[in-house]
């Protein structure tokens, strides 16, 4: 599989927040803000791709009977990394994000990647795999993050200087001091309906591309009959 259909396949086809409905604690805690969403789906990418590459590299070394604690160990440790530059590079980000950094490590998309395709798969497709997959899940986070804090308070890149520097603070939009805002959004009702918009939004998407890919298979068909 190449790497664009890989990555359509992670951001659409089998987005683990919208598709599979994998990780979906984090997903609705944290997508609050579209910083802490991309915040929480860059680290979640990288554990993701770091954690797929290293099981298909030992894939052939471990015995099936230890194979789980074995990947939960591997995942354990690259979140402990990450959470450690995480606090000592982007502190503020850290302590906003709290407990769902370490919380990773139960993130079942990880541990369901690593053992549906890095355990049986060479190191570069479990790697591109890693990648497409944690890209679709931070995709997810960020929209629903982003669509939650525009409705809720009015703005989008608020608290970027947590991510991004002390330069960024002027990348805050905002709809201005007269929006009220909407309390629910950021609240953890609206997490759930935001994702469901989400969700039947892209079945309504894909519903009309498999009846346009349907209408031109049968019209292409019928050409030779009409000739």
């Known amino acids: 599989m190449s790497f664009v259909k890989k990555l359509k396949s992670g951001l659409w086809d089998e987005n683990p927040g919208l598709v599979a409905l994998l990780g979906l604690c984090p997903l609705l805690a944290v997508s609050n803000t579209l910083i802490n969403g991309l915040g929480l789906g860059l680290a979640t990418t990288l554990v993701l791709t770091l954690s797929n590459v290293s099981v298909s590299v030992i894939r052939n070394w471990v015995r099936p009977e230890i194979r789980l604690p074995v990947f939960v ?48 798969n060479p190191p570069l497709p479990a790697l591109l795999d890693g990648l497409s997959m ?7 986070l960020v929209v629903l993050g982003g669509l ?32 009220p805002g909407l309390l629910m959004a950021i609240l953890p009702p609206g997490a759930f309906i935001g994702l469901g918009l989400m969700i039947a939004l892209k079945n ?24």
């Open 148 to 179: 939650r804090e525009l409705v809720g308070q009015g703005t989008l890149f608020s608290q970027a200087h947590l991510m991004f520097g002390e330069g960024a603070r002027g990348l805050t939009l905002s709809l201005g001091d007269a929006y």
């Open 134 to 140: 944690g890209m679709g899940f931070s995709a997810a």
């Open 204 to 227: 309504v998407i894909d519903a009309r591309r498999k009846q346009s890919e349907a209408a031109g298979a049968e019209a292409a068909a019928a050409e030779p009959k009409a000739a």
């Open 73 to 120: 160990l591997i995942i354990a440790s690259f979140v402990t990394t990450v959470e450690l530059i995480m606090n000592a590079y982007f502190h503020g980000l850290y302590k906003v994000l709290g407990i769902f950094i370490p919380l990773i490590v139960t993130n079942c998309s990880i541990i369901g990647r690593a053992e549906a395709f890095g355990s049986r």
